[in-house]
């Protein structure tokens, strides 16, 4: 999710395309969140490993 989020920011930023670029952050910082939530052993949605 944070990669797909970069590459929609990235692709966002030199399209200008303001939609993307909104994307491109919500995902990066919802994948950064639950990247953090996995790696400190918490259950996110029942499951151990968010990946």
Known sequence: MIILGLILLI???LAHIAILE?????L???GAVLAILGGT?????GRNHYF
């Open 11 to 13: 692709v966002g930023i």
């Open 22 to 26: 909104t994307v491109g952050v919500v």
């Open 28 to 30: 990066l910082v919802v």
């Open 41 to 45: 052993g918490r259950a996110i949605g």
